[in-house]
T-cell receptor
């Protein structure tokens, strides 16, 4: 059983469309991070959310941490081909060890 | 800074052989993490070190896997003997700390294929 469930697993949309990907768990996290990974490279951190209900914006990307700190979402407005990649959420469990737990990721393809 | 450096980038070996993966973390980072990524299981934490000391190795799959960090600028992950199911991309990451503000910086990974 995956501690962090990401959905959808795969998503292919046209340039200019909006999309939302989700990261859900039954566990509470002290913080949650979103990473983007391109082929042949390691994940790169996009954002960290810490407070329940927190919303952070990074240009066309909006990240939200659930009120109960069990889930998170990433919304992309007017997607562009450069947004293509694997989006991973990762959390540090409350009261858990220091290491991050990763979801399996959402493979996103933005078609021109 | 050059970022986290991993070598080799690709490794192809035969079942039963010993494999050693290498990592040089970012200078000044106190934490080093080894991860494994597969399509089936995603990105899994294998082991992490704090100031060269292994803190949590509960993610290491079997006794065939071992990791060392002899000094602050070098770590190895060894698989002996290797098996086809070990085929994956292995990532090393380093971090200055483990608070929410501390980012983990990943290396480019080593793609391991065991035939």
């Amino acid at each position: 059983t995956q501690l962090l469930e990401q959905s959808p697993q795969f998503l292919s949309i046209q340039e200019g469309e909006n999309l939302t990907v989700y990261c859900n768990s039954s566990s509470v996290f002290s913080s949650l991070q979103w990473y983007r990974q391109e082929p042949g490279e390691g994940p790169v951190l996009l954002v960290t959310v810490v407070t329940g209900g927190e919303v952070k914006k990074l240009k066309r990307l909006t990240f939200q941490f659930g009120d109960a700190r069990k889930d998170s979402s990433l919304h992309i407005t007017a997607a562009q081909p450069g947004d293509t990649g694997l989006y991973l959420c990762a959390g540090e469990r409350e009261g858990g060890a220091d290491g991050l737990t990763f979801g399996k990721g959402t493979h996103l393809i933005i078609q021109p | 800074d050059a970022g986290v450096i991993q070598s080799p980038r690709h490794e192809v070996t035969e079942m039963g052989q010993e494999v050693t993966l290498r990592c040089k973390p970012i200078s000044g980072h106190d934490y080093l993490f080894w991860y494994r990524q597969t399509m089936m299981r995603g990105l899994e934490l294998l082991i992490y070190f704090n100031n060269n000391v292994p803190i949590d190795d509960s993610g290491m799959p079997e006794d065939r896997f071992s990791a060392k960090m002899p000094n602050a600028s070098f770590s190895t992950l060894k698989i002996q003997p290797s098996e086809p199911r070990d085929s994956a991309v292995y990532f090393c990451a380093s971090s200055p700390g483990t608070s929410e503000q501390d980012t983990q910086y990943f290396g480019p990974g080593t793609r391991l294929t065991v035939l």
